[in-house]
């Protein structure tokens, strides 16, 4: 059974990624300073994501991992963004 | 030597490195709803205390937040090397790559320690009574606050906990280039600790 992946992810595309994290991490501060409203959580939660799957992809290689592993993550997201759209469809009405 | 050892191994030992990987996968959608959990909480109550949250949230030091948060990006790229350096047979690299990720956890931790005296010297501790003098939206945010980031701390802690035993797994060769799995579990676990502070840190520190 020669499932193991056998991928070896280089020092340079690690570094890489860590440089990519950093900028956001420095662009998310610098767009916080700034008064965007009821938009600034919208922005920071995208950056936030686009960060968490840098980190997953690459870092915990699901980039190079079997499909089975990015089919699982995806359903546990899945899974709690309907947590959260049903809380929210619901507790929008409540008032 | 280590074709030796592999037979060997395939003979003697049934190892499922995919299953177990999937076991530890399983066991980070556990934490992903424990935390989730808490960030629902988080979204229902900033949408009714939008104003009180922006306010208590001037209390927190975002210098302290950046400097952590750029720690544990640092540790999660030493923790990914570290795995690389093994796999690569650079057992001595990797212990370099393994113990600097230990350094930078317990760095993040000695932060939180003065982030966290800070507070409690101006009387913001659970339960003090300036605290809860305050208004109930500025509680429900240090309450939140202290609640996840303290779950994430006693994570950071375990997350090093883990590590160090992977230390000395590899230093006594139990864990080296042709098994590594428990290396990259404890790297998984790791890296979830990360992406915890990722959206821990906009969310408590960057509010307006």
Redesign the interface.
């Known amino acids: 059974m020669e499932h193991k992946n056998n991928h070896i992810v280089g020092y340079g595309t690690y570094i890489f990624v860590w440089l990519t994290l950093v900028t956001l991490t420095a662009l998310t501060v610098t767009v916080a300073s700034f008064d965007l409203g009821g938009f600034s959580i919208v922005v920071a939660l995208i950056i936030a994501s686009v960060k968490a799957l840098l980190v997953m992809l690459i870092f915990m290689h699901l980039k190079f991992d079997d499909k089975i592993f990015r089919i699982f993550v995806a359903v546990a997201f899945l899974t709690l963004m309907i947590f959260i759209v049903l809380t929210f469809s619901d507790y929008s009405f409540i008032r | 030597m280590n074709q030796i050892a592999e037979t060997l191994a395939s003979e003697h030992i049934h190892r499922d490195?995919?299953g177990a990987?999937?076991g530890m996968?399983?066991f980070l959608?556990t934490e992903?709803?424990l935390f989730?959990?808490m960030f629902?909480a988080y979204?229902?109550y900033?949408?009714s205390y939008r104003d009180y949250f922006a306010l208590a949230s001037k209390e927190l030091d975002?210098f302290i937040g950046?400097i952590n948060?750029?720690i544990l990006?640092?540790s999660?790229?030493t923790?990914?090397?570290s795995i690389?350096a093994l796999?690569?047979g650079n057992k001595k690299l990797s212990l370099i790559f393994l113990s600097s990720t230990i350094i930078f956890a317990l760095l993040f931790l000695v932060n939180k320690y003065f982030e966290w005296s800070a507070k409690f010297n101006h009387g913001l501790f659970p339960g003090s009574n300036d605290l809860l003098s305050l208004p109930r939206g500025e509680i429900i945010y240090f309450g939140l606050y202290y609640v996840m980031t303290g779950l994430h701390a006693v994570h950071v802690i375990i997350g090093m906990i883990i590590l160090l035993f992977m230390l000395f797994y590899i230093k006594s060769n139990k864990v080296n280039q042709d098994y590594y799995i428990m290396l990259?579990n404890s790297?998984?676990y790791w890296?979830l600790v990360?992406?915890i502070w990722?959206?821990l840190?906009?969310?408590f520190y960057?509010?307006?």
Do not use: N, Y
Request: hydrophobic fraction near 60%; proline fraction near 2%; avoid cysteine.
């Open positions: 490195e995919v990987k999937i996968w399983l959608f992903l709803i989730g959990g629902l979204a229902v900033r949408f975002v950046l948060t750029l990006l640092t999660s790229l923790m990914a090397m690389t796999r690569r990259e790297g998984l890296h990360d992406i990722i959206f840190f906009p969310l960057l509010i307006h």
